[in-house]
């Protein structure tokens, strides 16, 4: 299942480091005598990191979403399974339940990652520096 979303994430993590290295500031540290590793962990991956987790974060949702239908057709035993048991013999208060779990999971995970985001790059915590 995360085969196909990690290769989404790389692709991403790809795109958004190379976005940074033609940023004028890299030019600069490369024009200072920095070396590339440092430029790149340092201040690139830096930048590109909100990104990163944004994009982390969504997949995460995308994952949840997909393990309900792997539970389902490979009879795993998970909360998936149990709602799509539970729809199907029409027991309301377990699907309640189940889609409450799923739901509280995913709300985690997106406080989580705007946390990150927040303390990754501080301008979107002071409300876009305004």
Do not use: C
């Not at 920095?34 to 944004?54: E, M, Q």
Request: no cysteine; proline share 4%.
């Amino acid at each position: 299942m995360a085969a196909g979303e990690t290769a989404y994430i790389l692709r991403t993590t790809r795109g958004a480091i190379t976005s940074v290295l033609d940023r004028p500031f890299v030019t600069f540290l490369r024009a200072k005598g920095i070396s590339k590793n440092r430029i790149l962990y340092g201040h690139a991956l830096r930048n590109a990191g909100p990104t990163i987790v944004t994009v982390i974060g969504i997949q995460v949702g995308v994952l949840l979403g997909g393990a309900i239908i792997v539970e389902t057709m490979f009879a795993l035993p998970g909360v998936g399974r149990l709602v799509v048991t539970a729809i199907n013999q029409r027991n309301y208060p377990v699907v309640q339940i189940g889609v409450l779990a799923i739901a509280s999971i995913f709300i985690v995970v997106s406080l989580v990652t705007d946390l990150i985001v927040a303390w990754l790059d501080p301008r979107v915590a002071d409300g876009g520096g305004r």
